[in-house]
């Protein structure tokens, strides 16, 4: 599977951004599927993820509530809405892919490359 991430942007302070996951090479819908962010300095971490039927999602507290997750399986492509933006959503996101729930870090057999999300003040 070949995940592409795109989306990305500089936004100011309380915008709207919605990343894209475009999945190529086969299909994800057996696959769990999440976004995970990296700040400069910091570690991988996940923002959110979706299981492969789409009836389960899970956030982290930093997001809840202002992240929405989503996916299409006839469009190959899962989604991240991302409203409310604060300076401390600046990172690189990276979809990926996993059949593993929750989706953790050490979970994902396919990572995408990263788009890269920049909320100024």
């Known amino acids: 599977v070949q995940l592409q991430a795109s989306g990305g942007g500089l936004v100011q302070t309380g915008g709207s951004l919605r990343l894209s996951c475009a999945a190529s090479g086969r299909s994800i819908s057996s696959y769990n599927m999440g976004w995970f962010r990296q700040a400069p300095g910091k570690e991988r971490e996940s923002v959110t993820a979706i299981t492969w039927s789409g009836t389960s999602t899970s956030y982290a507290d930093s997001v809840k509530g202002r992240f929405t997750i989503s996916r299409d399986n006839a469009k190959n492509t899962v989604y991240l809405q991302m409203n409310s933006l604060i300076s401390d959503d600046t990172a690189v996101y990276y979809c990926?892919?996993?059949?593993?729930?929750?989706?953790?870090?050490?979970?994902?057999?396919?990572w995408g490359k990263g788009t890269l999300v920049t909320v100024s003040s």
């Open positions: 990926a892919a996993g059949r593993t729930w929750p989706l953790r870090r050490d979970g994902v057999d396919y």
